[in-house]
Nanobody
Framework: VQLQASGGGLVQAGGSLRLSCAAS????????VGWFRQLPGKEREFVAV????????DYADFVKGRFTISRDNAKNTVYLQMNSLRPEDTAVYYC???????????????WGQGTLVTVSS
C-alpha cells in the first residue's frame, strides 16, 4: 500500500482544514488507517484512527470534538476534518495504514510522506 497525504496549509486560529490520505492498492478497505502528527522537536504522536469499515474511530484527547476522521473505501481515501484549529496544532501530519486497530505508531506498516499544517494566531 502506498499512501499520499495532502491538504495541509496555512490557516488562522479557529479555521478549518481537511486532510486527505489517498492510497493505492485494491485491498485498502481491509486496512486500519491512523493519522499522526509531529510537532517541531517532538516525537510523532497519535491523532485519530479509523477501522476498516469506518464504524470504529478513536481520537487523542487534544482533538476530541474538533477533528473527525472518515473514509471512503470506494475512493481509497481517508479524511481528517480539522475544525477550531489552534496554533498548537501546527505540525506535520502523517497518515498510516496497518492491520491492527491501534493508537501506537509501531503497529502501522505503511506511512505517507506527511503534509504540513500551520496555524497562525
Amino acid at each position: 500500500v502506498q499512501l499520499q497525504a495532502s491538504g495541509g496549509g496555512l490557516v488562522q486560529a479557529g479555521g478549518s482544514l481537511r486532510l486527505s490520505c489517498a492510497a493505492s492498492g485494491r485491498t485498502f478497505g481491509s486496512y486500519v488507517v491512523g493519522w499522526f502528527r509531529q510537532l517541531p522537536g517532538k516525537e510523532r504522536e497519535f491523532v485519530a484512527v479509523i477501522g476498516w469499515s469506518g464504524s470504529s474511530t478513536d481520537y487523542a484527547d487534544f482533538v476530541k470534538g474538533r477533528f473527525t476522521i472518515s473514509r471512503d473505501n470506494a475512493k481509497n481515501t481517508v479524511y481528517l476534518q480539522m475544525n477550531s484549529l489552534r496554533p498548537e496544532d501546527t505540525a506535520v501530519y502523517y497518515c498510516a495504514a496497518g492491520s491492527v486497530y491501534s493508537v501506537s505508531r509501531s503497529t502501522y506498516s505503511y506511512w505517507g510522506q506527511g503534509t504540513l499544517v500551520t496555524v497562525s494566531s
